[in-house]
């Protein structure tokens, strides 16, 4: 018999949920990637498995928690994602895939994000990322951040400066 999306997706969920949390845990609490990243044998191929799927069902986190097992593989599996993704999806898998295959041209969908009409929460993921970028243009980009209205964007757009420019204040996040 076979398998419905509408299966796999149920599936996907079950398991995401059980093993990396609620849509609000993730979200508050950050994608708990050491969850998965230390399986090993079965439970890391089960693990493998289900989140292969959930990148196939559009999944960012999936993308993501695959890039922290170190699954080089899939880095054209989240291409094809990137292309059909937007906003915080697009942001996530950009990430993800630069983890596993670093690409600083990346680096372009973090700053479309922090640059554009997003809530302060996802803008604040952006600026956070680009700490893993080293070019002008995101640089530019968190320099701007400095003078986002939101205190917790111009805060992370701050520390990612920091962290670029090789300073290591002791209260960094």
Not at 65 to 86: I, K, N, P, V, Y
Not at 159 to 164: N, P
């Amino acid at each position: 018999m076979a398998v419905s999306r509408a299966d796999d997706v149920a599936r996907w969920d079950a398991w995401k949920r059980a093993n990396l949390g609620t849509p609000y845990e993730i979200w508050h609490d950050g994608l708990p990637v050491e969850a998965v990243s230390g399986r090993r044998g079965a439970a890391r191929e089960e693990a493998l498995e289900m989140l292969r799927l959930g990148l196939s069902l559009g999944d960012s986190h999936a993308a993501a928690a695959l890039a922290a097992m170190g699954e080089s593989a899939a880095a054209g599996a989240m291409r094809a994602q990137l292309a059909a993704a937007t906003g915080p999806e697009r942001m996530r898998l950009a990430l993800a895939i630069h983890q596993v295959r670093p690409d600083p041209t990346l680096a372009a969908e973090l700053v479309a994000v922090l640059r554009g009409g997003y809530p302060w929460s996802v803008r604040i993921d952006a600026a956070i990322g680009l700490r893993r970028f080293a070019g002008a243009t995101d640089e530019a980009a968190l320099l701007a951040a400095v003078a986002d209205p939101e205190y917790l964007v111009r805060y992370h757009a701050c520390e990612s400066l920091l962290v670029r420019w090789g300073v290591r204040p002791a209260e960094i996040s």
